[in-house]
């Protein structure tokens, strides 16, 4: 898949995320322009509009955003991030690309909006072993792998569309008895690309 092809599909899956949320689609709106790192005021800017227009449709005082809303909305993020090297796109290139089918994979969710990494770690009762200072980092979603299946079954550019794809993701990796293959998993899913993307926060199983 070109570049342009994959982000004529990120732009897409973008928008229909936006459209299907009936209930909130201001909620869908803020967690993409915050999955980009660029704040309402420089959207704004960007699109040439009043911050007040940007915080009341996250907020849902406007309700409904139309079409040509949503679709300026998200080429403005595309657009702002390709202006700074394209580098966030790049990594949601898993949300555009087939699913994968392996057995090394135990559950995959998205979250409707960020929780803190924090709050993930104290519902699965963690022991925090580093960093402990960075729990409070924003995380949309996690997947849960088996650490030697996914060694052993997948590709370098499929590990890093499971979990690296964004560094806003949990990664919880399981049948771990000592912190090589983790580690190895983590590290592989760096091959052959120039993005660095790892997950905000790993959860070890077994050890």
């Not at 982000?7 to 209930?23: F, H």
């Not at 924090?118 to 699965?124: A, F, G, I, N, Y």
Request: glycine content about 6%; charged content about 25%.
């Amino acid at each position: 898949m070109d570049s342009s092809e994959a982000l004529r599909r990120l732009a897409e899956a973008m928008a229909g995320e936006i459209c299907l949320a009936e209930n909130d689609p201001g909620a869908v709106m803020r967690r993409w322009r915050e999955r980009f790192h660029i704040s309402q005021k420089n959207l704004a800017k960007y699109l040439n509009v009043s911050p007040s227009v940007i915080s009341d449709y996250e907020s849902g005082r406007r309700k409904s955003p139309r079409v040509e809303t949503i679709k300026r909305f998200v080429e403005g993020l595309i657009e702002m991030d390709a202006s700074d090297g394209g580098r966030v796109a790049m990594a949601l290139e898993k949300l555009i690309a087939p699913e994968i089918a392996s057995d090394a994979i135990l559950d995959s969710r998205e979250f409707g909006f960020p929780i803190p990494a924090r709050l993930l770690v104290e519902h699965l009762n963690c022991k925090v072993l580093t960093h402990r200072n960075l729990l409070d980092r924003d995380i949309y979603g996690y997947t849960a792998l088996d650490s030697i299946k996914a060694i052993v079954s997948l590709t370098p550019q499929q590990l890093l569309r499971l979990y690296g794809g964004t560094t806003q993701r949990g990664a919880i990796l399981t049948n771990v008895t000592t912190g090589r293959s983790p580690m190895v998993a983590i590290k592989a899913s760096q091959i052959g690309t120039s993005a660095a993307v790892k997950p905000a926060v790993v959860i070890l199983q077994g050890i």
